[in-house]
């Protein structure tokens, strides 16, 4: 199955102080929910995985990620992200293209995503696939908030559980019978 994905968060810092922050791969991991860097094999190339649990279907994705555009002019980065589930539940491809625009002390950051998934993981809908996303960018977006504030990043959310599975309910139900608006 495959899910084209745009969303957008606004940071409150400046431009050059969030493109600063993602270019370092470990402040980044510590806010990306239910991920764990392995390994930096270069600035370009990284190893680790990712745990997906959605009600009774638990998934650990291990793989590569792959920073194949970085234009530091233009704010812009194109990552490539394979990864395979434990116990050949399937597959995860992904390019994502992130677009960072300053105005002020804020920054609005744009993810473009291709996914792919195979096996298991594709049994999710798009629209289940959106719902999710959309509740781990929230997330995502609070913990590089919260970091860029000084205060740390925030607990590393997990991309399981309750508070999930209730986001993403919530966001659903909202683009059902809201005008097909999202959270």
Same mark, same amino acid.
């Given at each position: 199955?495959?899910?084209?994905?745009?969303? %957008?968060?606004?940071?409150?810092?400046?431009?050059?102080?969030?493109?600063?922050?993602?270019?370092?791969?470990? *402040?980044?991991?510590?806010?990306?929910?239910?991920?764990?860097?392995?390994?930096?094999?270069?600035?370009?190339?990284?190893?680790?995985?990712?745990?997906?649990?959605?009600?009774?279907?638990?998934?650990?994705?291990?793989?590569?990620?792959?920073?194949?555009? *970085?234009?530091?002019?233009?704010?812009?980065?194109?990552?490539?992200?394979?990864?395979?589930?434990?116990?050949?539940?399937?597959?995860?491809?992904? %390019?994502?293209?992130?677009?960072?625009?300053?105005?002020?002390? %804020?920054?609005?950051?744009?993810?473009?995503?291709?996914? %792919?998934?195979?096996?298991?993981?594709?049994?999710?809908? *798009?629209?289940?696939?959106?719902?999710?996303?959309?509740?781990?960018?929230?997330?995502?977006?609070?913990?590089?908030?919260?970091?860029?504030?000084?205060?740390?990043?925030?607990?590393?959310?997990?991309?399981?559980?309750?508070?999930?599975?209730?986001?993403?309910?919530?966001?659903?139900?909202? *683009?059902?019978?809201?005008?097909?608006?999202?959270?």
């Amino acid at each position: 199955m495959g899910v084209q994905l745009s969303e %957008s968060f606004t940071i409150q810092a400046p431009v050059d102080e969030v493109w600063a922050y993602f270019q370092d791969p470990q *402040r980044v991991a510590k806010c990306v929910p239910g991920a764990d860097l392995d390994q930096v094999v270069n600035q370009n190339h990284f190893k680790g995985g990712v745990k997906v649990k959605m009600g009774p279907v638990g998934l650990k994705f291990k793989g590569e990620l792959q920073v194949t555009e *970085r234009n530091e002019a233009s704010h812009r980065v194109v990552m490539k992200a394979k990864g395979n589930a434990e116990g050949g539940k399937g597959q995860a491809e992904a %390019s994502v293209t992130a677009q960072l625009q300053g105005s002020g002390d %804020s920054t609005t950051v744009k993810l473009d995503q291709d996914i %792919s998934l195979t096996g298991a993981a594709a049994q999710y809908g *798009r629209g289940m696939m959106s719902d999710v996303l959309s509740v781990l960018i929230k997330q995502f977006s609070q913990c590089v908030q919260s970091d860029l504030s000084g205060k740390g990043p925030t607990a590393k959310s997990s991309m399981g559980g309750m508070g999930l599975m209730a986001g993403s309910t919530k966001a659903g139900l909202k *683009r059902i019978f809201g005008g097909g608006k999202k959270e």
